[in-house]
């Protein structure tokens, strides 16, 4: 398995505030770190070069993005009013919490470019697994709006070359929270199957309009809400009995993962329950599929446990037993919920072509 890294992605700066909202609160005595910061990146990073899975992989140099590349997914507009923020000369918001600086430029296309470096390495046959393990994330990024942290949709991007390269595409979002950029970007092509696995968390402003239900789901779109406290039972199940069949009845030759971790048991970001065995099932699932495969990078907030889970995921991915022991896997599992929310995303796509 290669991973792609980039160093230009560590250049965005995000600030600090309450939380993921900039500025200064009179009431809070220490501003805390924007949750997607660079330290999540290098953590992560570190993880699969000094924990045990690091003997399965090996990393290769990503690139910058060209413009053009950019405007497959994105209006010339909307690329030029973000360059315009990025070079400003000073931190500015997008919107609620989603932020550019002075090196938000060079790590956003340096973050498109170097998951596309992972596409081509597919695309060459030189590896069937490809992570691009890049910032900002992407998946809320759609053709012409900022959204939860994300300027350029990563995934999407993958997914378009791919598809312009004649591979029938799936994307399969396991961040907790709805891929709804994606989901705009192939709005109007059947030719993509999106799948998001996420929490209830519905619409969330003027940059995030869709609902993430089943009433957005087609036939070539597949929403799959899980109910707040969701855990690995949950996963397992929605992949097994939902995306994974919607993905092979696709008939997907070239499949792009958009892969968060913030639906893990401790994330702030998030409200479901997934331990780090979760997230390896998840992996393996994925390296059973046995497609050509490029992950993307999206959420993960509690960066030492979703750097834990992560390690776990490409255990599965690579096909190892489990290597390393998850020490805060005490949270229950509670399965109550999910028969009722995977009836109720299958009944979302039945019967709804597209105009
Ligand atoms: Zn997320």
Known sequence: MEFFWHEACLAHDTGDGLWELPGRWEWLDEPEPHPENAARLRTFRHALTHGPVATHLTWSAGRFATDEELARVHTAAYLAHIYKACTAGERVSLETNTVVGPGSWDAIRAAAGTALAACEAVRAGRTRLAYALVRPPGHHAQRALADGYCMVNNAALVAETARRAGHRVAVLDWDVHHGNGTQDVFRDSEDVLTV?????????????????????????????????????????????????????????????????????????????????AGYRDIGRRVAALDL???????????????????????????????????????VPDDTRLVDSDLARAATGRAGRGRA
């Open 196 to 276: 998001s696995i996420h929490m209830r968390h519905g619409p969330w402003g003027a940059h995030h309009t869709q609902t993430g239900g089943p009433e957005e789901s087609d036939r070539a779109n597949l929403n799959v809400e899980l109910s707040l406290g969701a855990g690995d039972t949950a996963y397992r199940r929605a992949l097994d009995e939902l995306a994974v069949p919607a993905i092979r009845a696709h008939g997907t030759d070239f499949l792009v993962c958009a892969s968060g971790f913030d639906g893990s048991a401790f994330d702030p970001n998030g409200r479901h329950n997934l331990t780090a």
């Open 292 to 330: 050509p495969t490029v992950l993307t990078q999206e959420g993960g907030y509690l960066r030492g446990y979703s750097a834990l889970c992560l390690h776990a995921l490409v255990e599965g991915l690579v096909g190892t037993a489990p290597l390393l022991d998850d020490p805060l896997a005490y």
